[in-house]
């Protein structure tokens, strides 16, 4: 090869191997050595983990107009995300959301839809809300997510609140009053939180809560009383639960509760209707499941009313039915024998006999 050639062919070798060496560090250099991510893991972990709870906001548009938010913050492994449900006229949102942040403010910021959600306009990566921390409050900046009210679409100002568990009315400073009654109290503290205080005959609290929206507390009988919560709007947002402070007995929750006797209620379940003891269903359960006329399809509450008739022993239900949702009426009796009615399934029957 001529020499001049061969010259400048090792010159460019040299050239290029210097060029390859000097990118080779560079991106060395640029790749975060172990300790640095454990350090930046830990304190972003000790940021965010003050976050991590349950916060709610609630909406109300007179005279039917009501939302409800729910947003669950938690950490799986090093990461931490959120679930967010809005439950209201026309909505059911159900998402998962990734937080980002620190100590000072996080961005709640979309990541995918959940089973349950029935519609859906955001995009990944959207950020839906942020949170900071102000003098001992949660303030919110809204984001792609916008509340119904445009009042409440200032930003800067407290609609989040976050749950504190162990909270009691003792914790609040000047609860005020708002209903009392012998076996019953509700009070008002701050962040339009509402407790209610159920009572027996000694004034010993038997069970205690709180909640979001004002509670429906009324006496069924004399010695039964009746708390029912409504989250939203319809039937299926209710929550209603019984004590009997004379026999010191407590209901589970029940949901969808139509209409109750001093014995039994009636409330719907995946369109169906059930009637049972107000206290224990071993005493008694029916549900009925195929009623004279096919139940509108395309509807999540097909029943428009249901009441108990004749000192309890029947239930007279409306219910929507057809294409055209029409309106039927029929009433069902509520025999105390073991073997129902043929023109009425049931699904589980009597546990055993009821003295009329």
């Not at 359960?285 to 399809?297: D, G, I, M, S, T």
């Given at each position: 090869m001529n020499p001049y050639k061969r010259a400048v062919l090792y010159y460019l070798c040299a050239v290029l191997s210097i060029l390859l060496a000097g990118c080779s560090e560079k991106a060395l250099s640029n790749i975060p050595q172990e300790d640095n991510i454990a350090s930046i893991s830990d304190s972003n972990i000790a940021d965010l983990d003050a976050w991590v709870g349950a916060y709610t906001f609630y909406e109300h548009w007179y005279p039917y107009k009501n939302m409800q938010y729910e947003l669950e913050i938690f950490r799986e492994e090093?990461?931490?995300?959120?679930?967010?449900?809005?439950?209201?006229?026309?909505?059911?949102?159900?998402?998962?959301?990734?937080?980002?942040?620190d100590s000072t403010?996080?961005?709640?910021?979309?990541?995918?839809y959940l089973p349950e959600n029935l519609y859906g306009a955001y995009k990944q990566g959207d950020t839906l809300l942020t949170f900071r921390e102000e003098q001992d409050r949660i303030v919110t900046d809204w984001g792609e997510l916008q509340p119904i009210l445009k009042d409440n679409g200032e930003p800067g100002r407290v609609y989040f609140v976050k749950d504190r568990d162990g909270i009691t009315i003792d914790d609040i400073e000047n609860p005020k009053m708002i209903e009392e009654?012998?076996?019953y109290a509700i009070f008002e503290g701050d962040n339009y939180e509402y407790y209610y205080y159920i009572y027996d005959g000694d004034k010993t609290i038997v069970d205690e809560g709180r909640c979001w929206r004002y509670p429906t507390l009324s006496m069924l009988t004399d010695s039964i009383v009746r708390l029912r919560i409504q989250a939203g709007t319809g039937i299926s947002t209710s929550s209603t639960r019984y004590y009997d402070v004379e026999k010191n007995k407590i209901s589970?929750?029940?949901?969808?509760?139509?209409?109750?006797?001093?014995?039994?209620?009636?409330?719907?379940?995946?369109?169906?209707?059930?009637v049972q003891d107000l206290f224990d269903e071993g005493i008694?359960?029916?549900?009925?499941?195929?009623?004279?006329?096919?139940?509108?399809?395309?509807?999540?509450?097909?029943?428009?009313?249901v009441q108990f008739i004749g000192d309890g022993r029947q239930i007279i239900v409306t219910y929507l039915t057809g294409d055209d949702f029409t309106e039927v009426t029929e009433t069902i009796p509520l025999d105390n024998e073991t073997t129902p009615p043929e023109d009425y399934p049931v699904i589980v029957g009597i546990s055993r006999r009821l003295s009329w």
């Open positions: 090093n990461h931490y995300y959120a679930n967010l449900s809005i439950d209201g006229v026309q909505t059911m949102t159900r998402l998962k959301a990734v937080v980002e942040g403010s996080i961005d709640i910021v979309f990541d995918s009654a012998r076996f589970p929750w029940y949901s969808s509760v139509y209409s109750e006797t001093d014995a039994l209620l009636v409330l719907s379940e995946y369109k169906s209707l059930i008694y359960y029916r549900a009925f499941a195929k009623f004279q006329h096919e139940l509108a399809a395309n509807t999540v509450e097909p029943f428009v009313r």
